[in-house]
């Protein structure tokens, strides 16, 4: 494993890449910001919503939306800066968690319609469990429709606007497929990259074709209907400690007391499923939720290498204990452990605690 000499992301991140000096093209783009005239992107965004505004009291804007402090924020300042009329489409959590619950009814209360969606749960669980087994990844087919249902909203409702949050092949390290792909969303980036697949493909004995709509981008609606779906990050200075400092200065946004796997209360705390989902990183690529993070402090000079290396020490590989029972039965296991360690990087791990072949007898 090689790290970032800046940010210690391991260039086992799928597609990240490294230049000669050994920094990663996270840190990179992060540099490339300081460049950017954020005044005439500001002027941009004002552009684009001076002309879809809506003075009827329509929806002119979707934003997907999960209660956390990065969708919050872009609602948030869409609404009141922006003067716009957004429409927030919120997928719900495989496993809500009361922080997620609390965080999602304070800001619906500062006055914001929603939708929400909760897909047949026989299919949604049947995903998890094959995608868990297959991929190691339980949120595979979750992830496929956060991505979707916002544009599916937008097509239903036929409102022209869909503001994602931000591009993270760019933002993140990993493949930039178009020079727009950070700006506008499009499907063939979805499915090819942050999916691996087609969701069309998922159909088998027991999920009909039917079954998968909630998981399709609906390319063809908003061709059709000439909805844009653009990232928010494109016109306005991204990172996550910003959009942390904004929720706390804007509306009372809770932390989660612990995290199994990070240091970071406020990050990816609505689904009791997401420390497993991190360990999985961990397991199959070397870097779990704490490094994922601190490398975002770092990249955004929020955070020091020294620190940070202290807090992956301390948290990166730790096993996502709290809520383990409830997720294991959610993925309809008995005890997802084996399951786990059959996903196992053996390149990148050694195995230390070495046990008898013959241990003692049990009585
Ligand atoms: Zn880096």
Redesign the pocket.
């Known amino acids: 494993m090689k790290y ?1 000499k ?2 210690l ?1 391991p260039n086992t991140r799928p597609r990240i890449t490294f230049d000669p000096e050994g ?2 093209n ?2 990179r783009y992060q540099e490339s910001k300081e460049k950017i005239d954020w005044a005439a992107r500001a002027r941009e965004l004002i552009t684009l919503c001076d002309l879809h505004r809506s003075n009827n009291g329509e929806y002119d804007c979707v934003v997907p939306w999960s209660g956390g402090k990065d969708s919050s924020t872009i609602a948030y300042k869409l609404k009141t800066k922006y003067g716009m009329n957004p429409l927030l489409a919120c997928v719900s959590p495989m496993l809500p968690t009361a922080v997620g619950n609390a965080n999602r009814e304070t800001f619906l209360n500062l006055g914001f319609d929603y939708v929400l969606s909760r897909p047949n749960q026989k299919v949604h669980r049947y995903l998890a469990r094959k995608f868990f087994i297959e991929r190691g990844n339980p949120k595979a087919a979750w992830d496929a429709q956060v991505n979707s249902f916002p544009a599916q909203v937008a097509v239903q409702n036929n409102i022209k606007l869909v503001f994602y949050a931000e591009h993270g092949e760019s933002e993140y390290g990993g493949e930039i497929l178009h020079k727009d792909s950070s700006k506008t969303r499009d499907a063939e980036e979805v499915y090819q990259i942050q999916l691996g697949d087609d969701p069309r493909d998922w159909s088998d004995d027991t999920v009909q074709k039917n079954d998968l709509n909630p998981y399709l981008y609906p390319v063809d609606g908003m061709l059709g209907r000439g909805i844009k779906a653009y990232y928010y990050a494109w016109f306005e200075k991204w990172h996550m400690c910003e959009n942390y400092k904004f929720a706390k200065d804007h509306w009372d946004f809770r932390e989660a007391t612990t995290v199994d796997g990070t240091w970071n209360g406020w990050d990816s705390i609505d689904d009791k499923m997401d420390p497993l989902y991190y360990h999985m990183q961990y397991v199959k690529y070397g870097f779990g939720k704490a490094l994922r993070d601190a ?1 975002r402090m770092i ?1 955004g000079g929020y955070m020091g290498r020294r620190k940070a290396l202290g807090l992956i020490e301390r948290n990166d590989s730790e096993f996502p204990e709290t809520d383990f029972e409830e997720v294991c039965e959610y993925l309809g296991m008995p005890d997802v452990r084996q399951m786990i360690e059959s996903h196992r990087n053996k390149d990148l791990f050694v195995k230390r605690d070495w046990v008898l072949r013959n241990p003692l007898p049990k009585g």
């Open positions: 970032c800046k940010c992301m920094v990663c996270a840190c490398a990249q």
